[in-house]
């Protein structure tokens, strides 16, 4: 093995779903090296709970390749996680002490849409054991939905089940009409509401997914207790299909374990705005996982290993040294601009994502100030001052 080889990096994707955590891990050329895959990565069940589940997944990867585990230390990782929507959760899981070199973690939906798109703009709808939608427009995400199944995950299997076994247990009481469906359901709790009901104070969003088979295929065979369930559940995904749309979105790629047996239950009018996939959410994870790479290669970013990622030394002292305008004219032996103050403020806060686009916001107001001491037009060429001015 050549030194170059055995020094490279390898990027690692992960697509941590409610039902399932899927990891692909790839060389430096892009070329698969090996996969693994584990339980239930959905964050709003634990922190730590997905972690582990991510790293059993990992380790399967990193085994499937033919490595070991010292091998970490070379891994820039990119993941999508089930309930990152949460702020709280967001925070927990970018600043996880980890063994890797970097980590970039998103929502599924994000990742999701990047892998749906090949980075360019679009929305997604994730409709598996739980929901979410997200559209992708330049530099900027919008979501729908995604706050959990407790409260929202609407259109998704999580939601189906749950709604199909409340049915039954009605029927136990009388309060609907006894159907081939709630029937069925409820042979898995021996006929017992007492057993459904216990059963589901333990039971988890993969738990209630589970029955969503059985339901569909009652439905398929017209059984009117799922087919309205089913019905409800179109109705809910063709909700956020048209709030996607009503953002910007002109396709949707909906995606999922749910997205196929659903299709035939939605309106012509929102299959018209669907799209296929050009990708699937860990091509999106291993974008996440480059991305982080690049700017750490480029010196924007700086590692600590386990620790987190930070601007560098070097774009800090770059941005906290800037001084002001009359300084500069000064120290260059110019008259200062007898337009006015034009000073460029100091950076206290760097912003991670934003801090290159802050370096080229200063650069065009230095310019402008400079051009209007020296006599000469701002505006040329044309519609500059709109990058100048701009805040």
């Given amino acids: 093995m050549s030194l170059r080889t055995e020094f490279e990096p390898f990027f ?25 895959v584990a339980g239930s990565a959905n964050t709003t069940l634990g922190v730590d709970a997905a972690f582990h589940k991510i790293v059993i997944a990992i380790k399967m990867a990193v085994l499937d390749a033919g490595l070991i585990d010292q091998c970490f230390g070379r891994i820039y990782a990119g993941l999508g996680l089930a309930g990152l929507s949460l702020r709280r959760d967001y925070e927990a899981v970018n600043s996880y002490h ?11 939906a994000y990742i999701a849409c990047l892998g749906a798109h090949q980075g360019q703009d679009g929305g997604v709808l994730i409709i598996g054991t739980g929901s979410c939608g ?3 427009m330049g530099n900027s995400s919008v979501a729908v939905g995604g706050w959990g199944y407790l409260m929202s995950d609407l259109g ?49 969003p993969k738990s209630y997914g589970s029955f969503v088979p059985e339901i569909i295929s009652h439905a398929i065979n017209k059984d009117e207790a799922a087919i309205a369930l089913v019905n409800s ?15 910007g979105a002109a396709k949707i790629a909906l995606i999922g374990g749910l997205a196929e047996p659903m299709l035939p239950w939605l309106s012509e009018t929102v299959l018209g705005y669907l799209t296929k996939a ?17 700017l750490v290669e480029e010196g924007l970013l700086s590692q600590r290993q386990g620790a987190g990622t930070f601007v560098s030394s070097r774009v800090e002292q770059l941005l906290t040294e800037l001084t002001g305008y009359r300084e500069d004219m000064a120290a260059w032996g110019m008259a ?7 000073n460029l403020p100091v950076v206290q806060n760097i912003n991670l994502i934003s801090a290159p686009i802050t370096m080229i916001q200063f650069f065009y107001l230095f310019a402008k100030s400079l051009s209007l001491a020296r006599g000469m037009n701002p505006n040329a060429p044309e519609h500059l001052l709109k990058v100048a001015e701009t805040t």
């Avoid at 399932?20 to 090296?33: D, H, I, P, Y």
């Avoid at 995904?237 to 009503?246: A, K, Y």
């Fill in 233 to 247: 559940t179109a109705n809910d995904i063709e909700r956020m299909i048209l709030t996607l749309i009503s953002k």
């Fill in 156 to 204: 998704s299997g999580a939601q189906l089940g749950r709604s199909a076994l409340r049915g039954a247990l009605e029927e136990c009481d009388a309060l609907l009409p006894k159907s081939g469906l709630g029937t069925a359901l409820m042979a898995h709790f021996d006929e017992n509401p007492e057993s459904l009901v216990t059963w589901s104070e333990t039971a988890t």
């Fill in 278 to 294: 050009k990708g699937d959410p860990l091509d999106g994870a291993l974008m996440l996982a480059r991305q982080k790479y690049k």
């Fill in 134 to 136: 997200l559209l992708i």
């Fill in 98 to 108: 980890h063994p890797f070199a970097e980590l970039s973690a998103e929502t599924d």
């Fill in 336 to 342: 200062p601009d007898v337009h006015g103050e034009h």
């Fill in 12 to 36: 690692l994707g992960v697509d941590g779903g409610g039902t399932s955590c899927r990891t692909r891990l790839c060389n430096m050329a892009g070329v698969e090296s090996g996969v693994g």
